[in-house]
């Protein structure tokens, strides 16, 4: 419906999807994105000072971006629990390399999802109280298309911003950057610069699938009319240039969350940074997870610097 569509129909879509995230919407977010960062590092902080550690990505990076797109699209999302797991196994499932048992185990959380997708479509299309569901409906998008975009939407709408968030987190904590987030007058420039670097050298989508539309030469490189490329998007020459241009792709298949995903990731970055002073918790590194198109640390541990526990 989006991502490999193409034509009217997907240009009349994607019309109806962008309304939802207009720069002014997407600024709306802002005080309930800090308030709710906030609050989040209120209850952390008392945990912290008796000496215990926190998953960042599990308690902030994985909270934030799913609050956001309910409040835009107006639609419901399931528990925050069975979400994540629900959109983590449709990502190894599209994405990854499971074996022939393990695929049967995804499919499975897949229809799990798919099928909890058919009732909340069908009933928010009924609703038609301003959701994006119901105005998809309206403009003649049936349900069932409604439903495959509500999947991938409500996967990419928040996983993958999650997953920017636990990258960009990551850094500014072992690249001992957290100080500088946290510093009053240039906590803005700090986090925005930090963003940039981590979608130019490590972006959540490091990669895309696409087909070559017709014969093309590229330096020493033949590509064949409906070749299938994967396109690098992050990383590489791109990642050393500081280059973060495709991060979000290019055209009329540039993520219409990519404005929303930069502000988000920012926010949290600078008003946890204001917030708590952290510090990497003890432990063996944390590899990153990597798929074929999405890549993030699967856990950001954290804990309070020695001089500041109780």
């Known amino acids: 419906m989006l991502a ?7 240009l009349e879509v994607r019309r109806i999807v962008a309304g939802f995230f207009s720069p002014a ?28 550690s926190a998953d960042l990505a599990t308690e902030l990076a994985a909270v934030i971006p799913v609050e956001a797109m309910a409040r835009l699209t107006g639609v419901p999302v399931p528990e925050l629990g069975t979400l994540k797991a629900w959109s983590r196994d449709s990502l190894e499932l599209f994405w990854g390399w499971p074996d022939a048992q393990r695929q049967l185990v995804l499919a499975r959380s897949a229809a799990q999802y798919f099928g909890w997708l058919d009732a909340s479509v069908h009933q928010a299309v009924q609703r038609d109280d301003g959701n994006l569901y119901a105005a998809l409906h309206r403009a003649g998008v049936s349900e069932p298309q409604i439903r495959s975009l509500a999947y991938f939407l409500g996967i990419a709408g928040q996983e993958t911003t999650s997953m920017l968030i636990q990258t960009a987190l990551h850094s500014a904590l072992h690249d ?3 100080e500088a987030l946290a510093q009053a007058g240039t906590e803005e420039a700090a986090a925005q610069g930090l963003v940039r670097e981590v979608l130019a050298r490590a972006s959540s989508v ?15 490189l033949e590509f064949a009319t409906g070749e299938q490329l994967v396109l690098r998007l992050a990383g ?22 990519a404005s929303l995903a930069r502000m988000e990731t920012e926010l949290v970055l600078s008003e946890t940074a204001r917030c708590l002073p952290l510090a990497v918790a003890d432990g063996p590194p944390v590899p ?15 804990t309070y610097p020695a001089e500041r526990m109780l």
């Open 4 to 10: 490999s569509a193409s034509g009217p129909a997907h």
């Open 176 to 178: 001992h950057r957290w």
């Open 288 to 302: 990153f997870g990597h798929l074929l198109s999405f890549q993030a640390p699967p856990a950001v541990h954290i």
């Open 25 to 52: 919407k997407v600024r709306a977010q802002r005080e309930p994105i800090l308030d709710r960062v906030r609050g989040i590092c209120a209850d952390l902080e008392p945990r912290l000072r008796n000496g215990e």
């Open 206 to 220: 490091p990669t895309w699938r696409r087909i070559a539309l017709k014969d093309t030469r590229i330096g020493d």
């Open 236 to 257: 590489g020459e791109l990642g050393a240039a500081g280059d973060d241009s495709l991060a979000f792709g290019y055209g009329i298949h540039r993520c219409l969350g």
